[in-house]
């Protein structure tokens, strides 16, 4: 067989293990075609030598907001799969988000279609997010949506005013995706206690940025990721908990977990490497402070975040992905929203931060490919499952994508060899369309030096993005797998007949 493409001289990386050294991987027409030694070259076939590097699969971000109406100053397609490319990841799933007055889903997504339609370098689906699920919808469209347009995941808000979903429409929409085989996403942070601690802090003019990390306190999460839990449980139905920040949020997905609940946990860098201290933002200028502002918010304590890395390596999270949803921070529209008259109103900055180009390089960072062995906080295998393989089978891309093996689409990511890929980052080394990074000045230890997807080098850190915006394509996923325990439980107190009186 003539090859297009023999990627050779790699330690190529799996979710199992690490394989051997020198192990070539073969391509042809964009999918992987063999793996082997010594493999057959011809004129026509392009190598690619990875001097030693290890290759991992190319990254599958299962969380990334573009072109949202909520996000007028975020990155639309052309910037975040530029973005994303450029850091090593091939997949990105992006939302087509309802607002509350649409009334069916279908013009909603045609809508998201028209942004994202030869305007993506990478590959990429949608995740539908939920804010206003009628009987129509869960009856109606999502079937449909699922089977023709291969959308087999719903994402839901239990905060925001303009997003969150009261307990009632949750279980709805968790029988209905239950039914259908779909994966619900949940963000899981208690609305009233936040909205009451914001009054009181608006009334004691605490309201520079810094207090929306006490807004939002870890309380919140934790309660209401253990009640999205409970109503997950009482409908049999697997669910994700998206970005989670609070160990104790957490131990509540690890206890469901061992009762072989169908949970998964989602967390995202900035859980893991930054802290409330930046939302104080510089001295002489606080308001800086609103770079850092997300939600759940950064967490104080240094405790917080090895007890995430602990869940990180011990397999409590299934997935680690960007939720890349930026907005600019020196823009009208942007994170200037909350200078109101000059005056700081930390309940009115836009939440989110850039990251969907940092997210590999900074875990990847972590690993022996990059740690002593004492220092690394991941296995290499981890790495993989986490920034590639889980996502791609929890969302139902398995098959295709997040794995190297033949009949996979041709995606990985080459490694610098050794300590040769190390660099600081900065917002001057980024592609997307922000004016900061939240890592701004961080060490990373390796950056991934090509990138390659479906058999195209489209980023080659000597000379750029050499991919072409067209290329990328939209995937119609499959149903997702639960990767944590299984369905068919019954509810903890529940004696065997007790849903058929209901149900
Ligand atoms: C994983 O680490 C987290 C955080 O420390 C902990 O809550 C959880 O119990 C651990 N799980 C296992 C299986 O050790
Ligand atoms: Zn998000």
Redesign the pocket.
């Known amino acids: 067989m003539d090859l297009d493409l023999v990627v050779k001289n790699g330690v190529i990386v799996i979710a199992s293990e690490v394989l051997p050294h020198g192990l070539q991987i073969g391509v042809k027409d964009g999918k992987v075609a063999c793996i082997g030694i010594n493999l057959p070259t011809s004129t026509n076939t392009q190598v690619v030598d990875a001097e030693g590097a290890y290759i991992t699969p190319g990254g599958v971000d299962s969380h990334v907001h573009l072109a949202q109406k909520n996000s007028p100053t975020g990155d639309g397609w052309e910037a975040g799969s530029r973005s994303a490319i450029a850091g090593g990841t091939t997949t990105i799933i992006a939302f087509a988000s309802q607002e509350r007055e649409d009334a069916s889903l279908y013009p909603v997504l045609e809508d998201y279609h028209a942004k994202s339609k030869d305007q993506s370098y990478c590959d990429y689906g949608f995740h539908f997010i939920l804010t206003n699920p009628t009987d129509e919808i869960l009856r109606n469209e999502l079937p449909v949506l699922a089977e023709k347009e291969g959308i087999t995941s719903v994402k839901l808000y239990m905060t925001y005013e303009a997003m969150k979903l009261n307990d009632r429409q949750v279980l709805n929409i968790l029988f209905a995706c239950k039914t259908l085989g779909m994966t619900t996403m949940i963000h899981a942070e208690s609305h009233d206690m936040i909205a009451l601690i914001i009054e009181g802090l608006e009334k004691n003019k605490n309201t520079e940025p810094y207090f929306h990390a006490v807004a939002r306190a870890r309380i919140a999460e934790d309660e209401a990721s253990y009640r999205a839990i409970s109503l997950a449980e009482l409908a049999d139905a697997p669910m994700l908990i998206v970005h989670m920040s609070s ?1 104790i949020a ?2 509540h997905v ?2 469901a ?2 009762r072989l609940l169908p949970i998964h946990a989602e967390t995202c860098p900035h859980y893991l490497f930054l802290l409330s201290e930046k939302i104080k933002g510089e001295s002489h200028d606080h308001f800086s402070g609103a770079k850092h502002v997300c939600s759940p918010p950064l967490r104080h304590d240094p405790k917080d975040l ?6 990180i ?4 999270f299934t997935t680690f992905s960007s939720d890349h949803a930026p907005s600019k921070y020196d823009a009208p529209g942007g994170k200037r929203l909350g200078l109101v008259d000059g005056i700081p109103r930390f309940s009115k900055i836009p939440n989110g931060l850039p990251g969907v180009e940092t997210r590999m390089p900074l875990l990847f960072s972590q690993t022996p490919a990059c740690q002593s062995p004492e220092k690394a906080r991941l296995s290499l295998p981890r790495f993989v499952q986490l920034t590639a393989t889980n996502p791609a089978k929890l969302y139902g891309l398995d098959g295709k994508k997040g794995s190297i093996a033949p009949g996979y689409d041709a995606d990985f990511v080459v490694w610098h060899p050794g300590s040769t890929g190390a660099c600081t980052i900065s917002q001057s080394i980024l592609h997307h369309d922000m004016d900061y990074t939240p890592f701004e000045g961080m060490q990373i230890e390796n950056w991934p030096r090509y990138t390659i997807l479906r058999g195209q080098v489209i980023w080659d850190q000597s000379n750029g993005i050499v991919g072409k915006m067209q290329y990328g394509r939209y995937l119609k996923r499959g149903m997702g797998q639960v990767l944590h325990g299984k369905t068919g439980n019954l509810p903890q107190g529940w004696r065997e007949d007790e849903r058929r009186y209901w149900l």
Request: glycine share 12%.
């Open positions: 160990e957490v131990q690890r206890d977990q061992t090895d007890g995430l890395w602990q869940s390596a011990n397999g409590t």
